[in-house]
């Protein structure tokens, strides 16, 4: 017997495995500028770890934004093309050239070696979500930025 699931706003019954696609498919729908860093990201380092965090939210921009960013990529390619932190940020912040050219205002980068990543996993009792912290609270900022009651 097919199972069904009542969905309030469209007040009728659906078959539960529809369901589960829809659901599925808006979760997986991301905003246009995180989208957009996650595949140059992935194109580009094709990375054994990549999160790609939108921080807007910690600041004072329109509810929604897509400004502020933190990414956390892990690519063997930071082991051979460049391996000071500071080569690895270049690279990442070419790779997102148009992004911060344009909509994106603030870009945090944590660029790590297979190695280093799996240290710091190691030394988080494996638990990858303690690797990298949250960002520090906004501090007002330089005023740029539409605010978020405008």
Not at 38 to 58: A, G, I, T, Y
Request: aromatic share 4%; glycine share 6%.
């Amino acid at each position: 017997r097919e199972h069904h699931t009542y969905t309030g706003t469209m007040q009728r019954l659906v078959p539960q495995t529809t369901y589960r696609a829809v659901v599925r498919h808006f979760s997986a729908m991301e905003q246009p500028i995180t989208a957009s860093i996650k595949r140059k990201l992935s194109e580009s380092f094709n990375p054994v770890h990549l999160e790609v965090r939108n921080e807007s939210h910690m600041h004072n921009v329109p509810k929604d934004s897509e400004t502020h960013f933190k990414v956390v990529v892990v690519s063997e390619r930071f082991e051979t093309e460049c391996k000071t932190p500071i080569q690895r940020h270049r690279l990442v912040n070419s790779t997102l050239k148009e992004e911060l050219d344009g909509p994106v205002h603030a870009l945090s980068i944590v660029a790590k070696t297979p190695h280093q990543w799996n240290k710091l996993i190691a030394q988080a009792n494996g638990e990858a979500r303690d690797v990298v912290g949250p960002s520090p609270s906004c501090k007002g900022g330089d005023g740029s930025l539409p605010s978020r009651k405008g």
